[in-house]
């Protein structure tokens, strides 16, 4: 018994010196959130993603802008080439040529405005994909502090309970002396003490777990230094009645961003329709051009490279006209396919409202019944404390054995750990609510 008591006291000094120190920094809600959503790997993939999508639109933008491109080239010529005469001479040539050239789209079937607006709405959805994921990261966050809070409680409860027993052992020690007590019931309050300091150590544990489970969840390098600040949770403040899933609902569908972005791909949609039916359409654009050439024979008096540049120096404007007539059906089927893909995103659409209902129906039944399960925990813990302070007080007097002194304490810390988890249950599943409804997620 000796042993696994100082076992259990080394266990418990080795535990302390994990334990989170007065000068580690200590964390609120807020700042974990704030930290998670700027480190987050998810969260940068749809930052790079939203990046992608504003290049996309800046290049549709200046598409309407004419082009300009410069053109030089050097050919060399050999063999037999028929002549001005007529005739065929063995000759080698040499042709330098200079060229500036642009085109401007006047009329592309509408193709441009509506590549300009589908960059716009892509922009918009991609921008609510990033809010998605902050959002998810965010009650991915919240839920494992208030994990780590629930942890802390059960280990403040565990070390209260160590102190217990070391009082309760105290005591039988006085009363074994003063032959009040046998030394079956000194020893076994001794086992108490080692079991309730095996309990603290686990209790520990679980808490050291959880700060992990944070700690990862921020992209922290490691969980040393961090611990979390514990506000003083106010459970009066929750006292209001819950929101009905329909109000909240009517109030999510307009501002929840996997909803946002599912509406911005259906709009993006008709415009990918209209891009192309922009096929069928003339194609009209208007180009200007300045050239230039250099010529030598060999073997024949050649005229200077300059005078060459200048004399050969030609200008053109003109329109071309692009009639489609038939392109082997591929512009039907090109329209064909963007209307299929206007029925699926609608159905997605469709599919992510009713997906907002269900995890709205779910989080308001959940909020219920972790409601009754918090006053009936309450109650039910209450009626165990009560319970064992009378049951302590016949056992300090002699008149329960501990037996009976361990079940009723048993019963009451069972009630405890059931009323503090059912607390940090009703905490959580009324913040889900909240945040539904576009309240941001805090324990204020």
């Known amino acids: 018994m000796k042993q696994n008591i100082k076992s259990i006291g080394i266990a418990i000094a080795a535990f302390s010196l994990t334990l989170p120190c007065a000068a580690q920094e200590r964390w609120d809600l807020e700042k974990c959130i704030s930290y998670a959503v700027s480190h987050n790997l998810t969260v940068k993939q749809r930052e790079a993603a939203r990046d992608k999508s504003a290049i996309d639109l800046n290049t549709a933008k200046w598409s309407r802008l004419p082009d300009l491109n410069g053109n030089a080239s050097h050919s060399f010529n050999f063999g037999r080439s028929l002549q001005a005469n007529n005739t065929y001479q063995s000759i080698n040539t040499q042709s330098t040529g200079f060229s500036v050239s642009t085109s401007i789209p006047l009329f592309t079937g509408l193709q441009i405005p509506n590549t ?8 918009m959805a991609a921008v609510e994909d990033l809010n998605k994921a902050k959002e998810d990261i965010s009650i991915q966050v919240a839920s494992a502090y208030l994990q780590v809070l629930f942890n802390q409680e059960l280990a403040k409860v565990a070390e209260d309970q160590v ?4 009082d309760m052992l105290v005591q039988k020690e006085a009363f074994f002396k003063n032959g009040k007590a046998s030394e079956s019931e000194w020893m076994e309050a001794k086992a108490r003490v080692a079991q309730d300091q095996l309990s603290a150590v686990q209790a520990g544990n679980n808490l050291s777990m959880a700060l992990l489970d944070l700690s990862q969840l921020l992209e922290l390098p490691s969980p040393d230094n961090f611990d979390i600040e514990a506000p003083e949770v106010k459970m009066d403040q929750l006292e209001k009645e ?20 599912a509406m911005y791909r259906l709009q993006g949609a008709a415009k990918s329709i209209k891009i192309a039916q922009s096929a069928w359409y003339p194609q009209l654009s208007f180009g200007a051009g300045l050239s230039t050439n250099y010529y030598k024979v060999s073997g024949r008096e ?11 120096f030609s200008q053109y404007v003109g329109v071309s006209l692009s009639v489609p007539i038939f392109n082997r059906l591929s512009t039907r089927n090109r329209v064909r396919s963007a209307r299929l893909d206007q029925t699926t995103l609608s159905w997605q659409l469709e599919e992510t409202k009713k997906s907002l ?8 039944y959940n909020a219920v019944n972790s409601k009754t399960q918090y006053y ?3 109650t039910a813990n209450e009626a165990a404390e009560s319970s064992f302070q009378l049951m302590k007080e016949k056992y300090v007097n002699g008149k329960a054995n501990a037996t009976e002194y361990n079940e009723a304490r048993t019963n009451w810390m069972k009630a405890l750990s059931d009323c503090i988890q059912a607390k940090y249950e009703y905490l959580f599943r009324t913040k889900i609510l ?6 941001p997620l805090t324990l204020e």
């Open 116 to 123: 300009i607006a589908l960059s716009k709405l892509n922009l």
């Open 163 to 166: 102190s217990l027993s070391k």
């Open 242 to 261: 819950l929101t009905s899933p329909t109000d909240i609902y009517n109030q999510a569908v307009l501002t929840k961003p996997a909803v946002m972005a």
């Open 302 to 312: 050649n005229a200077q490279f300059r005078t060459q540049l200048r004399d050969n």
């Open 357 to 364: 209902y269900k995890e709205i129906q779910q989080a308001y």
């Open 376 to 378: 009936s925990s309450e």
């Open 434 to 439: 909240d945040f539904y409804k576009g309240i």
